[in-house]
T-cell receptor
Framework: GQNIDQPTEMTATEGAIVQINCTYQTSGFNGLFWYQQHAGEAPTFLSYNVLDGLEEKGRFSSFLSRSKGYSYLLLKELQMKDSASYLCAVTDSNYQLIWGAGTKLIIKP | NAGVTQTPKFRVLKTGQSMTLLCAQDMNHEYMYWYRQDPGMGLRLIHYSVGEGTTAKGEVPDGYNVSRLKKQNFLLGLESAAPSQTSVYFC??????????????FGPGTRLTVL
């Protein structure tokens, strides 16, 4: 079957750095997405990786290793507004997005 | 440019009632999707459409029907609501289904409770 694993919840301190991991086992791979979802709101796009390596976008970076079925989202200089759930999603061989359950990130002052 | 809109935002139904959720997008996207999101679970695909007049089943299609008569609209119907269909429903659209064109844009969601 298809499976995406992420930690359920993480806590970090304002101003610090946090890494959210995602491992996947899917039928094929055609790219990996990270989305942010604030409580009660819709998911919004953060990043897309299809080749191995690091993609940087301001305070957020996303890394992919296709051979290991592994990705992480790195958030730097954490702000209180970063408190949200972070969803990992993989495009499988049928070009369907398979979603992880999400990681709830709690930022403490 | 409104993006993806959904109506209604909230709804309470009694078991056995029917309803239709409306989704509209103004980005001229080919692909549209209906998901449900339940606590502790990832988004689960109910049905999707790869273009006007086409629909296909996703992971959890039972109890739902869809129609895409116009490119900008995607309707989700519940013919006979059950308590197991209590969930948050998200509509999404994407330009295409491949590569980064698979980036999906989401509507604000519909919170449905079935009593």
């Amino acid at each position: 079957g298809q499976n995406i694993d992420q930690p359920t919840e993480m806590t970090a301190t304002e101003g610090a750095i946090v890494q959210i991991n995602c491992t996947y086992q899917t039928s094929g791979f055609n790219g990996l997405f990270w989305y942010q979802q604030h409580a009660g709101e819709a998911p919004t796009f953060l990043s897309y990786n299809v080749l191995d390596g690091l993609e940087e976008k301001g305070r957020f970076s996303s890394f992919l290793s296709r051979s290991k079925g592994y990705s992480y989202l790195l958030l730097k200089e954490l702000q209180m507004k970063d408190s949200a759930s972070y969803l990992c999603a993989v495009t499988d061989s049928n070009y369907q997005l398979i979603w992880g359950a999400g990681t709830k990130l709690i930022i403490k002052p | 440019n409104a993006g993806v809109t959904q109506t209604p935002k909230f709804r309470v139904l009694k078991t056995g009632q029917s309803m239709t959720l409306l989704c509209a997008q103004d980005m001229n996207h080919e692909y549209m999707y209906w998901y449900r999101q339940d606590p502790g679970m990832g988004l689960r695909l109910i049905h999707y459409s790869v273009g006007e007049g086409t629909t296909a089943k996703g992971e959890v299609p039972d109890g739902y029907n869809v129609s895409r008569l116009k490119k900008q609209n995607f309707l989700l119907g519940l013919e006979s609501a059950a308590p197991s269909q209590t969930s948050v429903y998200f509509c999404a659209s994407s330009p295409r289904g491949t590569g980064d064109y698979n980036e999906q844009f989401f509507g604000p969601g519909t919170r449905l409770t079935v009593l």
